[in-house]
C-alpha cells in the first residue's frame, strides 16, 4: 500500500483519455510524476495515453469509472493508493453535460451534470487529503468561461463550474494548514472533441465555421491549458491559492 511512499510523486488526472485531461497527464509525466489516467468510456484512447506516459518513463495506472457515480471518486482513489500509496496532484478536469438552452434541460440533466462536475470534485477532493498527508499538495479542476459569461447551451455546465470555483475558494482555505493549494484554471475555446461537439450542435456552420470566424490565436491548444495547470503544481505555483484562473486568449475581456 505505501511502497511508493517515498519515490516519485503521483498526479491523477481524471478525464485523461482525450484533450485537456491527455496533455496534463502527458506533461506531469514528462516533468516526472507517475500518472494515474482516468476514462469514462474510451478505453483505448486511455491506453494510447498511458503509453505514451510509459515513453516518458513514468509509471502510469489506468482507471474507469463514470463520475456522475457517487462511488466512483472513492474507488479511483483507493485504486490510487493500492498502486502508488500516495497522491501529489489532483487534477480534477472531467466534465460532461447537456448542451441545451435552459428551458430544454430536464432533471434528469441537472442531476447528472451536478454529480459529474460539483459531487465529483468535492469526493475526490475529500479522498484526496490522506495521500497527501506529509507533503506539499496541489489540487487543480477545471472550470471554463461559461461560469463567467453566457455560453450558447453552456446555462447548465456554467451554473455548475461556478459552484465548483466556490469549493476552490473553500477548500483552498481549509486545505492551507495541510499545505495543499486549491486552484482552478477557466479555459476559452479550446479545440478538443467536447468543443467541437459544442460547435456543431449550437453554433450555425458547427465547428468547421466557428473556428474560421475566430482569431487564429484565441483557440487554444490542450497543451497551453496543460502548462498552467502544471504551473499550478509547481512551488511558485502553490503560493496562488483559491484562484480560478481565467486562461482564455482574452476572449471574455471587455472592449471599450
Ligand atoms: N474544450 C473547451 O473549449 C473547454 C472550454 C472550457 C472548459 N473546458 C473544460 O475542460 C475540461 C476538459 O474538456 P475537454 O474539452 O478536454 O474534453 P474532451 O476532450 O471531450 O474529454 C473529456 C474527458 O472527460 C471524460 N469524461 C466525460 N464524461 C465523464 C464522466 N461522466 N465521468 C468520467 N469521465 C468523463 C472523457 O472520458 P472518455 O474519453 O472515456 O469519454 C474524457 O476523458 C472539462 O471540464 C471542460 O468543461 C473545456
Given at each position: 500500500m505505501t511502497a511508493q511512499a517515498d519515490g516519485r510523486p503521483v498526479a491523477l488526472v481524471t478525464g485523461s483519455s482525450r484533450g485537456i485531461g491527455r496533455a496534463?497527464?502527458?506533461?506531469?509525466?514528462?516533468?516526472?510524476?507517475?500518472?494515474?489516467?482516468?476514462?469514462?468510456?474510451?478505453?483505448?484512447?486511455?491506453?494510447?495515453t498511458a503509453k505514451e506516459v510509459r515513453a516518458a518513463g513514468a509509471d502510469a495506472l489506468v482507471v474507469?469509472?463514470?463520475?456522475?457515480?457517487?462511488?466512483?471518486?472513492?474507488?479511483?482513489?483507493?485504486?490510487?493508493?493500492?498502486?502508488?500509496?500516495?497522491?501529489?496532484?489532483?487534477v480534477a478536469n472531467a466534465a460532461a453535460t447537456a448542451f441545451k438552452p435552459l428551458l430544454d434541460v430536464g432533471t434528469k440533466h441537472l442531476d447528472l451534470t451536478m454529480r459529474t462536475v460539483?459531487?465529483?470534485?468535492?469526493?475526490?477532493?475529500?479522498?484526496?487529503?490522506?495521500?497527501?498527508?506529509?507533503?506539499?499538495?496541489?489540487?487543480?479542476?477545471?472550470?471554463?468561461?461559461?461560469?463567467i459569461r453566457v455560453v450558447a447551451n453552456h446555462g447548465l455546465l456554467g451554473a455548475a463550474k461556478a459552484a465548483l470555483e466556490q469549493l476552490v475558494r473553500y477548500l483552498a482555505v481549509e486545505l492551507a494548514p495541510r499545505d495543499i493549494a486549491?486552484?482552478?484554471?477557466?479555459?476559452?475555446?479550446?479545440?478538443?472533441?467536447?468543443?467541437?461537439?459544442?460547435?456543431?450542435?449550437?453554433?450555425?456552420?458547427?465547428?468547421?465555421?466557428f473556428s474560421a470566424e475566430r482569431q487564429p490565436d484565441t483557440i487554444i491548444s490542450p497543451e497551453q491549458i496543460a502548462e498552467v495547470i502544471a504551473f499550478l503544481c509547481t512551488p511558485a505555483g502553490r503560493c496562488i491559492r483559491g484562484h480560478n484562473l481565467i486562461v482564455d486568449a482574452g476572449i471574455t475581456l471587455p472592449f471599450a
Open positions: 496534463s497527464a502527458l506533461l506531469f509525466a514528462e516533468r516526472g510524476h507517475d500518472v494515474v489516467v482516468h476514462y469514462r468510456r474510451e478505453g483505448d484512447a486511455a491506453e494510447s474507469q469509472g463514470d463520475l456522475s457515480e457517487t462511488d466512483v471518486p472513492g474507488r479511483i482513489l483507493t485504486e490510487t493508493a493500492e498502486r502508488f500509496g500516495r497522491l501529489d496532484v489532483l460539483v459531487q465529483s470534485f468535492l469526493l475526490l477532493a475529500q479522498g484526496a487529503v490522506p495521500l497527501m498527508a506529509g507533503r506539499p499538495g496541489a489540487i487543480v479542476a477545471v472550470s471554463g468561461f461559461d461560469s486549491v486552484n482552478s484554471v477557466l479555459p476559452g475555446m479550446v479545440s478538443t472533441d467536447s468543443a467541437r461537439l459544442w460547435a456543431d450542435t449550437s453554433h450555425p456552420g458547427g465547428w468547421e465555421a
